[in-house]
């Protein structure tokens, strides 16, 4: 059974920083795109940021300069740095990984950017 289990979530003020973690096993690190996405309350669930195997990344525009996301291959989590946090980035937060044939999605992590 895939697991993708994320941690990090929370309630930061704006202005703010948090990282979330998404673990998975080396199967799926290795060979799977792997994602951020959000959903907010009454929206689509859109992508935030991703990184190929290769170490490509790709933001949103909402989030390019502001979000960092990377990969630690030793322990096969990606991260998603969040810096100069606002309201707007409140959302629940959900790890993907991507593949050729399916999907595998995490069961989110809620942030909230409020003072």
């Known amino acids: 059974q895939v697991q993708l289990v994320e941690s990090g979530g929370g309630l930061v003020q704006p202005g703010g920083s948090l990282r979330l973690s998404c673990a998975t096993s080396?199967?799926?690190?290795?060979?799977?795109?792997m994602g951020w996405y959000r959903q907010a309350p009454g929206e689509q669930r859109e992508l935030v940021a991703d990184i190929t195997t290769g170490d490509s990344a790709n933001y949103a525009d909402s989030t390019k300069g502001r979000f960092t996301i990377s990969r630690d291959n030793a322990k096969n989590t990606v991260y998603l740095q969040m810096n100069s946090l606002k309201h707007e980035d409140t959302a629940v937060y959900y790890c993907k990984a991507e593949g050729a044939n399916r999907n595998y999605w995490g069961q989110g992590t809620q942030v909230t950017v409020s003072s």
């Open positions: 080396a199967i799926i690190f290795n060979f799977y795109r």
